[in-house]
C-alpha cells in the first residue's frame, strides 16, 4: 500500500519539529556569550531594554532544546532564565520568584512579569529633548547615531526627527556641509540620516575638523529608568 501523501507546506503554519520532553545536560544550560540581564541602563535615562534581550533570550532558548533533541520542562526553563539574570535584576527575580510561580509557574510569565517591572517607555518629549542635545566630543558619530536610534525606537519619535537631530547636533562647519546633502522630501529618512553621519565622517577626517558637537556640558544623559511596583505585565512574550 503506497504511503499517504506529505500535505504540503503552508506558511501559515510552519513546520515545528515534534520534540520529546527531555532533561537538559548541564552544558545544554551554559549559553557562552550570551549576555546577562542586569537592569543597567545601556544609556542613562532610558530605562534597560528587557523586552529585546527577552526576545534573544527565547530565540536562544528554542535553539537550545532543539540541539538537545527534545522540550525542556518548565522547571528547566526557568532555571535557563534565571541563570542569565545577574545584579539588580536576579536580586528582584530571587525575591518574587515564588509569588509569580504561585501565579502560574511558567518561564513565559516570568519574562513577562519581569517586563512589568522593566518596561519604561520614555516620553516623547523628554526623548525629544535628549536627542536634540549636542553630540558629546568624547563620542563618535557611529556611537551618536546608534544613540538617537535607540531614543526613537525606546520613545516612539519618527524618523525624520532621527534626521534632523543628526543635523543639528554637528558643528557649524559640519553642519552647512550636510545641509548641501540633505533631502526633506526622501521617503526613507532613517537610511538618509546614516547617509549623511558617513558623510560628516569623511567630511571631518578630510578636513581635520573636530569630531565634537556644537559643545557644552556633559549631554545630560541622566535618570533612573523610572523603575516600579512590583512587576505587572507587559506586552507579553510568547515562547
Not at 109 to 123: A, E, I, N, V, W
Not at 146 to 164: N, T
Not at 182 to 189: M, N
Request: glycine share 12%; net charge positive.
Amino acid at each position: 500500500m503506497p504511503p499517504a501523501p506529505v500535505p504540503p507546506y503552508s506558511p501559515q503554519q510552519p513546520w515545528q519539529p515534534q520534540l520529546q520532553p527531555t532533561t537538559p545536560k548541564p552544558r545544554d544550560l551554559d549559553w557562552s556569550g550570551f549576555p546577562k540581564f542586569s537592569g543597567k541602563e545601556i544609556y542613562p535615562g532610558i530605562g534597560p531594554d528587557f523586552m529585546s534581550w527577552g526576545q534573544k533570550f527565547l530565540t536562544r532558548l528554542r535553539a537550545a532544546q532543539a540541539m538537545s533533541r527534545g522540550n525542556w520542562t518548565k522547571d528547566f526553563r526557568i532555571m535557563a532564565f534565571s541563570g542569565k539574570l545577574e545584579g539588580p535584576a536576579l536580586a528582584f527575580y530571587d525575591k518574587m520568584q515564588s509569588m509569580w510561580m504561585a501565579e502560574s509557574g511558567t518561564g513565559t510569565h516570568m519574562l513577562d512579569r519581569m517586563l512589568g517591572f522593566y518596561s519604561t517607555k520614555t516620553p516623547v518629549t523628554k526623548a525629544m529633548e535628549l536627542m536634540s542635545e549636542p553630540k558629546p566630543a568624547d563620542k563618535t558619530w557611529t556611537e551618536h547615531f546608534q544613540y538617537l536610534v535607540y531614543v526613537a525606537e525606546k520613545s516612539g519619535c519618527p524618523e525624520p526627527f532621527v534626521l534632523q537631530c543628526v543635523c543639528d547636533s554637528a558643528t557649524s562647519d559640519t553642519k552647512k556641509a550636510m545641509l548641501t546633502k540633505l533631502d526633506k522630501d526622501r521617503p526613507d529618512a532613517m537610511r538618509h540620516a546614516w547617509e549623511l553621519v558617513a558623510f560628516a565622517i569623511e567630511y571631518e577626517s578630510s578636513t581635520g575638523r573636530g569630531a565634537g558637537g556644537r559643545g557644552g556640558g556633559s549631554g545630560g544623559r541622566g535618570g533612573n529608568g523610572g523603575r516600579g511596583g512590583q512587576g505587572g505585565r507587559g506586552q507579553g512574550f510568547v515562547a
